[in-house]
Structure formats: structure tokens, C-alpha cells
């Protein structure tokens, strides 16, 4: 085995030990978010409460992921969670899509569902879903049951 | 009285071994120092480490790269099975990504690392011992120690990081391979919570330190059991024996002793 060859090889795996080490810093353990791909447009939302949605979660209609989940911020004013949804451009949505947040199973992963209405006018890049509906909150679902139950059994 | 004697021989035998073990541990000590302080010299060679760096780094790719893969696999299904029974199977990414990049990246590879490069390393200076090729350098004035065993350790300490990021990366493309082409988890919850859970700091860069310090800990022993090895055949073969076990063993231990000090007080993610 020469010398440059040698070189080379070093080199070569050098090189590739470096990339791994990039991989990791930045494809897993996201050391600069990737800016988004720009294939697709932005629908805005507004929530109460969102529960445990995530950045990049999917955004679905009737099941089918059609986007994902760009950006979460609080709105300083109106105390309501900001989120910006990326939704690829083949899909279009009309200006009554309600969205809400679900989760699948019980402990599954949180997304976005979108269900569309009837309207005939489609949202705009930028637009925003005015009908959304919250994320459900198990601890405030459980209140309420034991409320009620508290209510009915003093009635009796 | 024959019994008491057989207890005093019994006790010599045992402190006898014992006094030999410290005054061997002295002795690593001692060649640890002495090969910290003759590898400035033996650097400026750079052509000598990167012919180590060649043998022990890039003849190791193929196993460390097959094996990362196939251990991802094994693991995005193993994971897979028990997660979506919680129907937790999103976080797959986050299971394979934490378990490779913070353990099993740095202790496999390591433990390859010192099985494929470490025993060659041992038996290569082992073998130059029992043939008097490093009494023939000191004879003409060539250090040993400069010349053949601190290119030998920097190029263990130098590949061993590299490897373990690559197991780490082939590991999580298998995973990906298993666990989004094969089984079809979503792409984006995938990597998504891969993204949101995995830390830079805490997970990443210890897991480079963890593979640092293995390096460290598999070049020493490699070099230093070639070097103390018992100039015959059969001394060469226990050298190498003992480079694989004793360093085996001093991943694992160290593997935990670090973990203890990185991962104290950090939450259940």
C-alpha cells in the first residue's frame, strides 16, 4: 500500500467520521432548524389550548397527512396559541375548514385535523382557519365528570 | 506440620500475585506517562499516525458500518413492537436515536474497536518485541516508544470517535429504514420528535466524550499489553488475549462511571 493511497484513505475516513458527527448534530439532534422546504403554503390558526402539539407535527384531513406543523407561539394579547401550519400546495382548503387538535389512540401523537366545509372560496397562502376547536384536556374532561357526578348524586 | 505450611504457601502465593498485579498497574502507569511524554516527537511524524489511523480506522469501516446498520434494524423493531402496544410507536426515532447516540454507539463500537484494531495493535508490537525488532531501534538510537507505540495510540484515540459517530449514523439510518420504509411510521413524527427530544449538549457531545474516552482507555491497553508482552509465542497470544478482555471490560466500567457523572440528575425524558 503506497503513501497517497493511504492518504486518501484517511482521509476519505476522516471525512466521513466528520459528516456522521454533522449528521448527528444537526439532522437529530437539530442544532439550526431546517428551514422549510417552501413547497407548500401557510394556513394560520389560532387555539385556546393546544395541548401537547409539537413543531412539525402532521397536519391531517380525513387521515391523510397533507402538512405539518410549523410554528407554536402564544399571541401576547389574546393569550391564544399562534400555529402556522405548512400544507402542500395540491391541497386546497375552503374558507370554513374547521381545524382541531386530536390525538390518535390514547396516547398517541398529537396532530392537526382539518375538515373542510362547503364554502366555494379556498384559503389564501397567509389566510387563517377562523373556526378551530382546542385540544381535548384529560384533567378538565375528568373535572367535569366528577362534577356532574357530584351534582347528580346531590340531587338524589 | 504440612497444613500450616500449605496455608503459609497459599498466603505467599496470593500476595505474591497480588504485589505483581500494583507493580504492574505502577508499570502502565509509568509506560502511560512515559508514551504521553515521547508523542510529541512521534507526532511530528504525522506519515506514522496517519499509517496507524489507516490501519485501525478504515480497515474497521466495514464491520462498524455493517454492524451499525444491522443493530439500528434490530433495534427499530424491537422497539416498534413494544411502543405501539402503548401506541406510542412515533416516538420510535426518539428510542433509537438516544439509546445509539448516548450507549450503544460508543460501547459497540467500542467494544468492536478494540476486538478488530486493539488485538492487531498488541500483537503487531507484541510480535516486534519476542523478534527484537524494538531492541534493534534502541540500538540505533531509534526511540520505540516515539517511533512505534505513541503513532499506534494517537491513531486509536483519533479513528475511535469517528467510528462511533459512524455507528451511531448508519444505526439511525437502519432504524429509519425499518421503521418508516418497512413498517410505515410517519416520516416527519420520525424524525420530528427524534428533533425535539435528542440535545445537542447533553446527548451529543457526551456521546463523543464517552467515545473519546474509549479510545483512550482501548489504545493504552493495546499498546501497553504489546509492549509488556512476554517476548514468545505464547506471550503475544495472552497479550492479545488480555487487550480484548481487559479493554472489554474497562468500556463497560467506565461506560458506567461516566454515565453516573453525565446523565446525574437529568429527567425521564
Do not use: C
Not at chain 2, 509506560?31 to 510529541?40: E, K, N, Q, T
Request: aromatic share 8%; no cysteine; proline share 2%.
Amino acid at each position: 500500500m503506497n503513501r497517497s493511497t493511504i492518504d486518501l484513505w484517511v482521509g476519505i475516513f476522516v471525512l466521513l467520521g466528520l459528516g456522521a458527527i454533522l449528521f448527528l448534530s444537526l439532522k437529530v439532534g437539530n442544532l439550526i432548524t431546517t428551514g422549510s422546504r417552501g413547497e407548500g403554503y401557510h394556513i394560520e390558526a389560532a387555539f385556546d389550548n393546544i395541548g401537547g402539539l409539537k413543531v412539525r407535527a402532521p397536519v391531517k384531513a380525513a387521515g391523510v397527512v397533507v402538512g405539518r406543523v410549523e410554528s407554536i407561539r402564544l399571541d401576547p394579547k389574546t393569550y391564544e396559541a399562534q400555529v402556522s401550519l405548512n400544507v402542500e400546495k395540491q391541497y386546497q382548503f375552503t374558507k370554513d375548514t374547521i381545524a382541531s387538535i386530536l390525538t390518535s389512540g390514547l396516547l398517541g401523537e398529537v396532530y392537526v385535523g382539518l375538515d373542510a366545509g362547503g364554502d366555494t372560496q379556498m384559503i389564501a397562502d397567509g389566510g387563517r382557519i377562523a373556526k378551530t376547536q382546542s385540544a381535548v384536556v384529560l384533567e378538565k374532561l375528568i373535572g367535569q365528570f366528577m362534577l356532574e357526578k357530584s351534582s347528580s348524586g346531590a340531587a338524589k | 506440620m504440612p497444613a500450616a505450611s500449605a496455608i503459609v504457601d497459599g498466603l505467599r502465593r496470593v500476595g505474591g500475585g497480588t504485589r505483581r498485579a500494583i507493580a504492574r498497574m505502577g508499570f502502565a502507569a509509568r509506560f502511560a506517562f512515559a508514551v504521553l511524554m515521547h508523542s510529541p516527537e512521534g507526532l511530528k511524524r504525522i506519515r506514522l499516525t496517519l499509517r496507524e489511523i489507516y490501519f485501525s480506522g478504515v480497515l474497521s469501516l466495514v464491520i462498524i458500518l455493517v454492524s451499525g446498520l444491522f443493530v439500528g434494524m434490530v433495534l427499530a423493531l424491537q422497539g416498534y413492537d413494544v411502543l405501539q402496544r402503548y401506541g406510542a410507536s412515533e416516538s420510535l426515532g426518539v428510542l433509537v436515536s438516544l439509546s445509539l447516540v448516548r450507549e450503544l454507539g460508543p460501547v459497540v463500537a467500542g467494544l468492536l474497536f478494540a476486538s478488530r484494531a486493539g488485538s492487531a495493535i498488541t500483537a503487531e508490537i507484541g510480535l516486534m518485541k519476542a523478534t527484537e525488532q524494538l531492541s534493534a531501534m534502541e540500538m540505533m538510537a531509534v526511540d520505540p516508544l516515539a517511533r512505534v507505540v505513541a503513532p499506534r495510540f494517537w491513531g486509536g484515540v483519533i479513528s475511535m470517535p469517528l467510528l462511533a459517530a459512524l455507528f451511531s449514523t448508519l444505526g439511525i439510518y437502519g432504524a429509519y429504514l425499518v421503521g418508516v420504509r418497512l413498517i410505515g411510521i410517519d416520516a416527519g413524527a420520525f424524525w420530528g420528535n427524534m428533533q425535539s427530544v435528542v440535545d445537542f449538549r447533553r446527548d451529543i457531545v457526551n456521546g463523543i466524550i464517552k467515545s473519546g474516552v474509549f479510545g483512550l482507555i482501548v489504545s493504552l491497553i493495546a499498546v501497553f499489553e504489546g509492549y509488556d508482552a512476554a517476548p514468545t509465542a505464547e506471550g503475544v497470544s495472552g497479550a492479545t488475549t488480555r487487550t480484548v478482555v481487559g479493554s472489554s471490560l474497562a468500556i463497560l466500567a467506565a461506560d458506567f462511571v461516566l454515565t453516573v457523572f453525565m446523565f446525574r440528575g437529568v429527567g425521564v425524558v
